[in-house]
């Protein structure tokens, strides 16, 4: 079994003085993702591996999940495969990872954060709200066998 993790970043600042990929996390998108990622500790969540976008507010909001679920911050794995991206593109990275992780962390952005997760688990979830976080369970043993069969979704938090 391996167990997927999809969390879009928390909410961020439209300072106009700023590209897209250094938006900073506004003091809400701060609180937000403390207040999911107490919920997941809660539920005994710990991933093996945590992968994030390189823009600024996607990898603060994995910086602050890696905080509040014991993950050591220094482990967490900066992907370009992420920040505009398509689905399918972030679904070959994510079939390349190494078996030995059962559980990954993803963070990332809208829509393709949605759009994997309809793709993954063969429903329809019209959108992400920042922070929010689905758990996604596989019956495989191999990450190249993600997405050959829907998986099972364990939990959706909204991030509000």
């Known amino acids: 079994m391996k167990t997927l993790y999809l969390v879009r970043h928390a909410k961020a600042s439209w300072d106009e003085h700023v590209s897209d990929w250094e938006r900073p996390l506004t003091q809400v998108g701060v609180e937000r993702a403390h207040k999911v990622a107490r919920l997941l500790k809660s539920k005994k969540i710990k991933p093996n591996k945590i992968i994030s976008s390189y823009a600024f507010r996607?990898?603060?909001?994995?910086?602050?999940?890696?905080?509040?679920?014991?993950?050591?911050?220094?482990?967490?794995?900066?992907?370009?495969?992420?920040?505009?991206?398509?689905?399918?593109?972030?679904?070959?990275?994510?079939?390349?990872?190494?078996?030995?992780h059962e559980t990954i962390m993803l963070f990332g952005h809208d829509p393709s954060?949605?759009?994997?997760?309809?793709?993954?688990?063969?429903?329809?979830?019209?959108?992400?709200?920042?922070?929010?976080?689905?758990?996604?369970?596989?019956?495989?043993?191999?990450?190249?066998?993600?997405?050959?069969?829907a998986g099972k979704t364990l939990f959706i938090e909204p991030g509000k």
Request: glycine residues 2%; hydrophobic residues 40%.
């Open 58 to 100: 996607a990898l603060n909001t994995a910086v602050i999940f890696a905080h509040d679920l014991k993950y050591p911050s220094a482990y967490i794995e900066v992907n370009q495969s992420i920040y505009e991206k398509r689905a399918i593109d972030i679904l070959d990275m994510l079939r390349k990872q190494d078996d030995k």
């Open 113 to 149: 954060i949605t759009e994997l997760y309809n793709m993954l688990t063969r429903k329809l979830l019209l959108k992400f709200s920042t922070s929010s976080t689905a758990g996604i369970e596989f019956n495989i043993k191999n990450w190249k066998d993600l997405g050959n069969s």
